[in-house]
């Protein structure tokens, strides 16, 4: 009777998945498995989670130095700008200085 009541609750939970999907696809059902869409933008939280640091720190010492686009009230960074950035800002470390 367990096998049945797990393979049921798996059911339930493919199926729901299946319709949540097709329902951010616009109804939509794809037997295919989705490939996920490469990100080119993120928020300034994501944005500074990527390169290691605080909200603040990316705030006050980052952002300053990005080209951001605005949605409304919410600001996003282009990963190409993020990415640009660390590159101008790298520096070679040598080992006992």
Excluded at 11 to 28: N, P, Q, W
Excluded at 63 to 83: N, S, Y
């Amino acid at each position: 009777m367990r096998a049945i009541e797990a393979w049921e609750q798996e059911t339930i939970t493919v199926c729901s998945r299946c319709l949540l999907d097709a329902h951010r696809s616009g109804g939509r059902m794809s037997t295919r498995a989705a490939k996920p869409i490469p990100r080119i933008a993120l928020s300034r939280e994501e944005a500074a989670e990527a390169i290691g640091v605080s909200l603040r720190t990316f705030e006050a010492r980052i952002q300053p130095d990005l080209q951001l686009v605005r949605l409304g009230r919410r600001l996003i960074v282009p990963c190409d700008e993020l990415q640009s950035w660390v590159t101008a800002n790298k520096e070679r470390i040598l080992e006992g200085a």
